[in-house]
């Protein structure tokens, strides 16, 4: 679906969450209140306006952040059912939130909040499931169509016929499908006979700058045009244009280009550090006085790992193996358990100590530093050593274009019970796919898997 198609289906499917919302809000408002329960639920008509149109923007916030219509064409029932369900969550714990510290003392009935979220629910989900045909039918029948004409080969013009069709519910109509080879004569002739609202070229790269004079004949007639990508086979990245100066740059990005919101995720990694330090400050003075007790060597053991985009920094944590443990790294070789990193089950050099610290993770606490200096992030790719680095397979790389974390995908998913190929592609799953959501979504997951030590060696 082109951009101008997809700010329109926002704002019709922005309309209609916000008044399904309202109207979910009354229904369960209504039955609530003909319920012969044992609390009585009433609301003031202005607390009933005030909390309805709340529950509408807070509806259409969390489906607005999802891009619900984006994936309105060809998406599974599954994940409408996804998407629907987590916005009627986060809609229905911000309006608690906001009733509780706008109108403390005057609690909402949760008889009332489960036959709304439940009404809004349904309501929501069947309009998704039924909106494409709906619509379909709708702008068949009064939409006017989108005058097209495509440049490029018979197979190609034919694969973007199919996208055309497969992705939009707008309808378009081929004005006609032009060869690159006859394109400089067709295409003023056709601007000047035909009706055309765009041109869209799917060519090879070769190809484009012969097009040049083609390109800049529809751009003085005010016809919009449209170049296919697919001569550059960039399967995992973001596109974007930029600007320096008078240059134009087409960039392709394999990790997160939100700005924004990575500085939320930074600003979050400093607060919630400086307030893990603080809590855990007495934990971290005792793990440190029994490791200088029951062993020899420095309580912090310190490392050289890689970071962001490869970037080489210094990795604290407290010591869990014997004082020469690197020493003796050599003669064990030949029992390492894992392909490129170094792992064992039973690794003679960690002390005893040192085996409660690694199943409760408490030997990585000293990375909280290394996140207050933004070495790390909380939640990231763990930081690989540049010998491993150093035998990663090119797609195993782009895990590097992350900061690296404390904790990870693939800790919650099975930490050391997981092979080195399903650790790699965890953590290129969280890169494609990162949000703030999904990072608080692994914290919260930590957390267990952490205090019962589950899936450590």
Not at 16 to 33: G, V
Request: aromatic fraction near 12%; charge should be positive.
């Amino acid at each position: 679906m082109f951009a101008h198609q997809r700010k329109r289906m926002r704002l019709v499917f922005a309309s209609t969450d916000a008044i399904l919302s309202i109207f979910s809000f009354e229904i369960a408002y209504s039955i609530r209140t003909r319920l012969h329960a044992t609390n009585v639920f009433f609301l003031p008509l202005d607390r009933n306006i005030e909390l309805a149109i709340f529950s509408a923007a807070a509806w259409v916030l969390f489906g607005w952040r999802q891009r619900v219509s984006d994936y309105l064409v060809g998406t599974s029932v599954h994940r409408t059912l996804r998407q629907t369900f987590r916005q009627c969550v986060l809609g229905l714990v911000l309006l608690v939130v906001f009733q509780y510290f706008l109108h403390q003392g005057v609690e909402l009935s949760r008889g009332f909040l489960a036959i709304f979220a439940l009404c809004n629910f349904c309501a929501l989900f069947l309009f998704r499931l039924w909106a494409p045909t709906m619509l379909a039918a709708f702008l068949r029948e009064f939409g006017q169509a989108y005058h097209l004409v495509l440049v490029g080969s018979a197979d190609r013009v034919a694969h973007l016929k199919h996208q055309l069709c497969e992705s939009s519910l707008f309808r378009f109509e081929i004005v006609a499908n032009v060869a690159p080879e006859t394109a400089s004569e067709a295409i003023p002739a056709l601007l000047s006979r035909k009706v055309v609202d765009e041109v869209i070229f799917d060519v090879d790269w070769n190809s484009v700058g012969e097009l040049e004079h083609v390109l800049q004949h529809c751009n003085e007639e005010g016809v919009r045009t449209r170049v296919a990508m697919g001569f550059f086979p960039h399967a995992n990245s973001q596109l974007s244009l930029d600007r320096v100066g008078e240059v134009q740059l087409l960039t392709f990005s394999a990790d997160p280009l939100e700005d924004l919101r990575l500085l939320v995720k930074r600003s979050l990694d400093v607060v919630l550090c400086s307030i893990a330090l603080f809590f855990l400050m007495p934990l971290i003075g005792l793990v440190a006085f029994l490791i200088k007790a029951t062993s020899r060597g420095p309580v912090i053991f310190r490392q050289s790992r890689c970071g962001l985009n490869g970037r080489v920094f210094t990795l604290f944590k407290f010591r869990s193996m014997v004082e020469n443990a690197d020493e003796l790294k050599a003669g064990l070789a030949h029992l390492n358990e894992r392909e490129v990193v170094f792992k064992m089950t039973h690794d003679p050099r960690v002390t005893p100590l040192g085996r409660i610290l690694r199943k409760f993770s408490l030997d990585e606490l000293p990375q909280l530093y290394n996140v207050l200096r933004g070495d790390m992030s909380l939640v990231g790719p763990r930081p690989p050593l540049p010998d491993e680095v150093f035998q990663y397979e090119r797609w195993q790389r782009r895990r590097l274009r992350m900061r690296p974390g404390l904790t990870c995908l693939w800790v919650v998913m099975g930490r050391d019970q997981l092979d080195f190929n399903s650790w790699m592609r965890a953590d290129l799953f969280y890169i494609d796919n990162w949000s703030l959501a999904l990072d608080w979504l692994i914290i919260l997951r930590t957390i267990p898997t952490v205090l019962w030590g589950r899936g450590a060696h």
